[in-house]
């Protein structure tokens, strides 16, 4: 291997370092999504068993709250993007967030396939680097 050939595949190399970064980064962000998605297919199913006229505390952030009273716990009020909002009815809304929970896994599972594929290449770039520069010692 000539200089200019071990200087290509170095920056290969640091190539594909930043990509498994990158992917890295986007599968931590896609598990915390997955697990605030837990959370509130959780508290859907809690706030279902809670009798009508009944005092709780929602959190509104940062360790502040307010206390409330339920109304009506078989409907939800979700985000459906663009600001727009619709009323559902909890089992529907859980059924969605058991959609989306299947897509994030399957998402995260495909990238991780891309993250092992990239990681091996990764290895090869950095046996031959390091035999190269092993060899011109």
């Known amino acids: 291997m000539n200089e200019k050939e071990f200087q290509e595949k170095y920056l ?40 009508k006229d ?18 009506d716990s078989s409907k939800v009020i979700m985000n459906v993007g663009s600001s727009t909002v619709i ?7 859980k059924k969605l967030i058991e959609h989306q929970l299947k897509e994030m896994h399957q998402g995260a599972m495909d990238i991780e396939s891309q993250l092992l594929e990239i990681s091996s290449y990764a290895s090869n770039l950095q046996r031959e680097l390091v035999s190269h520069q092993n060899s011109q010692s």
């Open 12 to 51: 290969e190399f640091q190539m594909a370092s930043q990509q498994m970064e990158q992917l890295e980064q986007h599968v931590q962000r896609m598990r915390q999504h997955i697990a605030e998605l837990n959370k509130v297919n959780e508290s859907i199913s809690e706030m279902q068993k809670t009798k």
């Open 54 to 71: 009944t005092e709780i505390l929602v959190h509104l952030g940062a360790g502040i709250f307010m206390k409330s009273e339920i109304k």
């Open 87 to 93: 009323e559902k009815n909890a089992d529907e809304a």
